[in-house]
């Protein structure tokens, strides 16, 4: 054996350096096996903190308005914001701590489009339901308009991906932020709401073009078939009584 000069090793020297080389293995396999273990005890952590057992002695009408889209008293500026209460058994992280802290008595609630801050906890009080604010026309998002351009775009985001939500039974709602934990990215046609708003104006605007042919010749109505199909055979007849 030799070392790293290309000399060779005495045979003292080349025990020792097995002993080095087995010992960094087992270090190798002893870190391998801790991270698998630290990945088990953040699972088993989110088991053991005793949420799920605190829910379950909620009362029902509490726990059914889980996954529900709404609109969120969402400060100055904001006025009432599309929303959804969030699953509190979902969460993780301070959001999870922040709705353990106010079980029973607010609600976690995400906010469309608010990527800095989405969660919060808000008293029932300061929530609506999602068909009643239609009716009260927060869907026109009047203060959001006020607070400026920029505003009342992200209020609009807001309002077709809480529509996207809406439309989805309440087990699938949120399910791309139950597995990414963020936004879906802009590339993602189904998840983003403004690829498919403009998608859908595309497809309008094809329909409602008029059809050409490819060489350009515009193409007869239905009133102008019979119309043309008599000058065909008008100018048919023409040549035939000059060949004779």
Same mark, same amino acid.
């Given at each position: 054996m030799a070392n790293k000069s290309g000399m060779f090793l005495q045979p003292e020297q080349r025990l020792s350096l097995i002993v080095d080389i087995q010992r960094e293995e087992k270090d190798e396999v002893k870190s391998e096996i801790g991270t698998v273990v630290s990945s088990k005890c953040k699972v088993l952590?989110?088991?053991?903190?005793?949420?799920d057992q605190l829910i379950g002695a909620l009362p029902s009408t509490v726990i059914q308005? /889980?996954?529900?889209?709404?609109?969120?008293?969402?400060?100055?500026?904001?006025?009432?914001?599309?929303?959804?209460?969030?699953?509190?058994?979902?969460?993780v992280g301070s959001a999870r701590l922040l709705a353990k802290k106010h079980?029973?008595?607010?609600?976690?609630?995400? /906010?469309?489009?608010?990527?800095?801050?989405?969660f919060t906890v808000l008293a029932e009080s300061k929530i609506q339901r999602w068909e009643g604010g239609l009716v009260d026309d927060l869907h026109l998002g009047k203060t959001a308009r006020s607070s400026?351009?920029?505003?009342?775009?992200? /209020?609009?985001q807001a309002l077709q991906a809480a529509r996207i939500e809406a439309g989805k039974p309440k087990i699938l709602r949120m399910d791309w932020n139950?597995?990414?934990?963020?936004?879906?990215?802009?590339?993602?046609?189904?998840?983003?709401?403004?690829?498919?708003?403009?998608?859908?104006?595309?497809?309008k605007t094809v329909q409602?073009?008029?059809?050409?042919?490819?060489?350009?010749?515009?193409?007869?109505s239905s009133a102008d078939d019979s119309e043309g199909?008599?000058?065909?055979?008008?100018?048919?007849?023409?040549?035939?009584?000059?060949?004779?």
């Open positions: 952590s989110l088991e053991a903190d005793g949420l308005r /889980f996954s529900e889209v709404c609109w969120a008293q969402g400060g100055i500026g904001f006025g009432y914001w599309p929303a959804i209460i969030y699953d509190p058994r979902l969460a079980l029973g008595k607010r609600y976690l609630v995400f /906010f469309f489009e608010c990527h800095d801050a989405p400026g351009k920029l505003r009342f775009q992200a /209020f609009q139950h597995k990414k934990l963020s936004y879906p990215s802009p590339k993602d046609r189904k998840s983003n709401p403004l690829t498919n708003l403009k998608r859908e104006r595309e497809e409602a073009s008029p059809r050409r042919l490819k060489r350009g010749f515009k193409l007869l199909r008599a000058q065909s055979s008008n100018l048919f007849f023409s040549i035939e009584n000059i060949i004779g």
